[in-house]
T-cell receptor, first 114, second 114 residues
Framework: NAGVMQNPRHLVRRRGQEARLRCSPM?????VYWYRQLPEEGLKFMVY????????ESGMPKERFSAEFPKEGPSILRIQQVVRGDSAAYFC????????????FGPGTRLTVT | DQQVKQNSPSLSVQEGRISILNCDYT??????FLWYKKYPAEGPTFLIS?????DKNEDGRFTVFLNKSAKHLSLHIVPSQPGDSAVYFC?????????????FGQGTTLQVKP
């Protein structure tokens, strides 16, 4: 029973490039959440998605960030024109329908912007 | 605006003794609370949760206490083991929103010495 999978685990991008982070939820889970952890801080909620729907994106920066969870395939968090301040660990979590607070986290993607 | 605060960045405890990790919150709408444990280079792992209708929840060596009037919760680990050494995050949510949005504290690093 595979857990939440994220790839890549480490991603290095130069300023101005695009970063694409992928998340495959646990089998049977239809809800995906993205969180960001800046150095020395806790995790900050970014977005909550169900298949083909964004339910809550209140934590997403207004520009350059987008997320999707298509009918087939993993959820994608996309950051356009990355800046140094985007360097962080990005965690994806998933949950079952009807139990949105029992979230299982992936190992994270560590993004470094040079 | 830090709605969930863990004021102790670190805690050191001897093996076999009790570890007490504390968490304060400011938003009176929060009614569901969780504790996560995180090892380096891994995602957070769910430990234990408590609803605001309770003041205590126990699971093996882990007990969470909730004091609603003080807006304070604590995690007790008894007895502490070296394998418990990790970063512990408390998280809070408004369950009626049903968005799965968790608000995390900054974390407390627990070191259990053999």
């Amino acid at each position: 029973n595979a857990g939440v999978m994220q790839n890549p685990r480490h991603l290095v991008r130069r300023r101005g490039q695009e970063a694409r982070l992928r998340c495959s939820p646990m089998k049977g889970h239809s809800h995906v959440y993205w969180y960001r952890q800046l150095p020395e801080e806790g995790l900050k909620f970014m977005v909550y998605l169900q298949k083909e729907n964004i339910i809550d994106e209140s934590g997403m920066p207004k520009e350059r960030f987008s997320a999707e969870f298509p009918k087939e395939g993993p959820s994608i968090l996309r950051i356009q024109q990355v800046v140094r301040g985007d360097s962080a660990a990005y965690f994806c979590a998933s949950s079952q329908l009807g139990d949105v607070y029992e979230q299982y986290f992936g190992p994270g993607t560590r993004l470094t912007v040079t | 605006d830090q709605q969930v605060k863990q004021n102790s960045p670190s805690l050191s405890v001897q093996e076999g003794r009790i570890s007490i990790l504390n968490c304060d919150y400011t938003n009176s709408m929060f009614d569901y609370f969780l504790w996560y444990k995180k090892y380096p280079a891994e995602g957070p792992t769910f430990l234990i949760s408590i609803s605001s209708i309770k003041d205590k929840n126990e699971d093996g060596r882990f007990t969470v206490f909730l004091n609603k009037s003080a807006k304070h919760l604590s995690l007790h680990i008894v007895p502490s083991q070296p394998g418990d050494s990790a970063v512990y995050f408390c998280a809070a949510s408004v369950s009626s929103s049903n968005t799965g949005k968790l608000i995390f504290g900054q974390g407390t690093t627990l070191q259990v010495k053999p």
